[in-house]
């Protein structure tokens, strides 16, 4: 069943982290871009921009002809891309399943990097991309799978299994996808899948309290947030232990696993 995030945890210091810490997400972000092949001149929504650093390489890289809009549920966030944009694109408050100002057959490529996974109604926002998209554009998003969870989220789940007091708490986002529903989901939609794959990222931290404020500052404050702080103390003090098999030549590596999709919007649309 699917969950809505709370998007009222986040704050100043949780959108200043994630700009600084978001470079995982910006990397594999980078590779969306090259999948989807933007050009010169192109239209471009970014869904989901968070604070902007993905949404400033897609600026660059349609140039001063293109458009780039990018927009986010968090005010902070926004309010970040917006010091980044320098006039260079455009960014707003906006949720992915009300696109409603957004004229029809507007954009080249709709993408969303590291954010259909906290969707609720993912189905009512991949129509809203279809419907913004111009004929034979195309729709790109990375997402977490939900059958091969990132390696921190492995030891996560055993550690809380194994205490009733935090079995509940939230370690990932709540709406992941796998391949297969990805896939189904956009032929269901009427999407052409052009590329659905699983690529491996090797995260590397300097230690347990990285590990734990990368986590909180990506899910804008979710992680963990149902836990009293001495629930959270207890618990980090065994994932610091736990995490100690985790240890190499970097730090703390933990393989982070993400699905890659793009998808075009047939021509005779
Ligand atoms: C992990 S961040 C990714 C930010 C950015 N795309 C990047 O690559 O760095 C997830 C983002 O999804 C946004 N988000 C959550 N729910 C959303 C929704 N319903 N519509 C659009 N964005 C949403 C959050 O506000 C957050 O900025």
Known sequence: MSKAPSLQLDSATLADEYDRLGIRQFNHGLQ????????????????????????????????AQGEVLGI?????????????????????????EALADIGGSHYDVVYLNSVIHWIPDQPKALREAWRVLKPGGRLGF????????????????????????????EIGAPNKLTRESAASLLS?????????EIREFDDAFDNVDDVLT??????????????????????????????????????????RRMIFVTARKPLAH
């Open 72 to 96: 986010d549920p968090l005010p902070l966030r926004v309010e970040r891309a917006l010091q980044r944009a320098q006039e260079r694109f455009a960014a707003r408050v906006g949720r992915a």
């Open 188 to 196: 269901s939609l009427g999407f052409e899948v052009t590329l659905n």
């Open 214 to 255: 990368f986590s909180r500052a990506s899910s804008f404050g979710n992680f963990l947030s149902s836990l009293a702080e001495p629930q959270i103390t207890q618990l980090r003090e065994r994932l610091a232990a736990a995490l100690e098999a985790h240890r190499g030549p970097r730090g703390l590596h933990l393989a």
């Open 142 to 169: 990375t997402t977490m799978p939900a059958d091969a969870p990132h390696d921190l989220h492995g030891v996560l789940h055993k550690l809380i299994a194994a205490d009733p007091q935090s079995r509940r708490a």
């Open 32 to 63: 969306l871009l090259d999948a989807l092949g933007l050009q010169e001149g192109e239209r471009v929504l970014d869904i989901g921009c968070g604070t902007g650093r993905l949404t400033e390489s897609a600026a660059q890289r349609v140039g």
